[in-house]
């Protein structure tokens, strides 16, 4: 394979750069109160120099809009980066971090906080039930594959524990079916949303997202040498359980926390590697874990604001991220199935 | 819109009328009639028509006792049955009229279907449903003359409520008001809308029904007040939360304490805890208005 220029690369880093640019200004602009992007920047740089501003521009664009933003650029870098780490784990185009469970878990730790009431404690209750949920699952998983260290075991532990942690979603559910408000606000977490969030939301996930960023890019050399198989990249010094615990830990802390701060976003992590993939290189595969997670992150965080910002454009119909990445997620799903068993 | 229907087709306009009309196909008298209730209105306006029906009342619905949905929680004697989602239970009980709500379960209802007279209520969006549910009540358990009474006590209650609402000087509009929870805004044509309006606001909301609204939306039409349910806090400790809420914290309503906490289940009520909600409303609204006039009083013209 002829190698790619350098100008192509950084052609390929500016494109994706700018892209990513111009959806975070659009994002901050599109919304109610109609601000234009002179309105906007010139409230940012108030804020930021420690100024007064307009106290409806504050709460809006500053309150609410930035830490959205924000929160959208790290949690569709950190779901991108975490679908680049699994599928390079499972070395295969169609997994996805949903199988290992983890934001199933979270989502029935908070479905019980919902049933119970824990939710309206205090605005932190919900992060840590799901974090806590995230984190139980992973912990199950460990327990569970801790005797046998071959890929296809975790695998399968995973999708077990995913159709054990929904299914308990879905016996809380039907145990207060009657309450109705109950049910729409489970519904609505579990679709995702950036709505309300704010700078605390931002600070709760900034760490263990940043963490999990540079948790996954550190994996790139060990998933490179998985591609040529489980043998030889043990007979090349890679633990194959260090390898699992670290990618478990990793993919554990990116959609445990992103999951835990604005609920169940799906299929992020399957469609963003391919994306990048696509971006990145004429036959859409072949590229080093180097480069293909650094850009999961970047493509991610465009495709999320891009959703999220979407979304907002079309109030006051409501059009959750969630619902929308599931949508793409899934024909995408049957679109790559299909190439892959052509190529197959 | 009320619908009633026995045996084996579904409930059609013209079973409507005769609904509407209090005749229906059964050979059981109105008034004589054995009712069960499978929605939480019904349980409440059962128990508005006093003591002749209660005896009558032989299953309510599953959150008759729940009182974040029901103003007569643990009213009703424990021995009649709560009915859940199984159609059997209905079904044993045998009843000679079960009222339902459009919105229950399609399955369940087509499971009693032609087994048994059904009343659907159709229509839960204020004062004027509630007077036409009572009305259609009323008439299926042949206690026209008991929900004549409930409607007029409801009527004087509305009345009162309006005739307290602050005055307002030439070109004042009514304050605004935005309740808000969940992400969702009570939209025009909703109980809330009656109950603001009877108490003395300007509902923010432009488009009717429960609208998804988010923080944004909301901090950029600055309701003056703000309503939020209490959910399974105390009222006080919903309130405090909001100083928390990233954007809402910000709201005037909110630094200046115009938000009023509601607690279950008077702002989902679609019976007269709706008036509970106008009074409720109310109070702050009249509280800020006299202490208006006084501030304007004691200040030097």
Partial sequence: ?344 | MVAIGCGGGSNSPSKAESAGGGKSSTTVAASERRVASRVVLADELLWALGPEVHGRVVGLSPMADDARYSAVAEQWPEATPRLGRNPEELLAIAPDLVIVASFSDAEYRAAIDGKVEVLVLDGFDGFDDFRANLQTIGEAVGAVEAAGEVREAFDARVAKIEARRPSLAEGEARPTIASWQSGYLAGLDTTFDDAAEAAGFRNVATKAGHLRVDAEQLLSWAPEWLVIGCGERACDEAVAALDEAPGIRTLEAVREGRVIAIEAPYLGSVGEGMLELAERLQAPLRASAQQGAKADEASPR
């Fill in chain 1, 1 to 344: 394979m002829k190698p790619e220029s350098p100008l192509r690369r950084l052609a390929i880093a500016g494109g994706l750069a700018l892209a990513l640019l111009v959806a975070a200004a659009l994002a901050m602009t599109v919304g109610p109160g109609e601000f234009s992007l002179g309105e906007v920047l010139r409230t940012l740089a108030t804020e930021l120099g420690g100024g007064e501003v307009d106290r409806r521009a504050h709460g809006i664009l500053w309150e609410l809009r930035l830490p959205r933003v924000l929160l959208a650029v790290l949690v569709g870098a950190s779901l991108g980066a975490a679908g680049a780490v699994t599928q390079g784990l499972f070395r295969n185009p169609l997994a996805s971090p949903g199988v290992l469970g983890i934001s199933t878990g979270a989502a029935a730790a908070v479905v019980a906080g919902f049933s119970f009431g824990l939710d309206e404690r205090a605005l932190w209750a919900t992060p840590v039930l799901a974090a806590l949920g995230a984190v139980a699952m992973l912990g199950a998983l460990f327990g569970l594959t801790a005797r046998r260290q071959d890929l296809a075991y975790l695998l399968l532990t995973g999708v077990a524990l995913n159709a054990l942690a929904g299914a308990l979603s879905t016996v809380l559910l039907a145990i207060f079916l009657d309450r109705y408000d109950l049910a729409q606000k489970a519904m609505a977490w579990m679709m995702g949303s950036f709505d309300g969030r704010g700078f605390r939301h931002l600070s709760w996930a900034s760490l263990p997202l940043l963490a999990g960023l540079a948790g996954a890019w550190s994996l790139h050399r060990p998933l490179d040498v998985l591609v040529l198989g489980e043998e030889t990249a043990a007979t090349l010094g890679v633990e194959r359980g260090r390898l699992r615990l670290g990618a478990a830990v990793v993919v554990g802390l990116l959609v445990g926390t992103s999951t835990a701060i604005v609920g169940v976003i799906g299929f992020v992590g399957l469609i963003v590697p391919h994306l990048a993939r696509a971006a990145a290189t004429r036959a859409g595969r072949g590229l080093a874990h180097a480069r293909l997670i650094p850009l999961s992150m970047v493509v991610g965080a465009a495709l999320m604001l891009a959703v999220d910002t979407l979304g907002r454009a079309m109030s006051p119909t409501f059009l959750a991220p969630g619902a929308l990445t599931s949508l793409l997620g899934g024909l995408f799903f049957l679109w790559l199935l299909r190439r892959e068993t052509e190529v197959g």
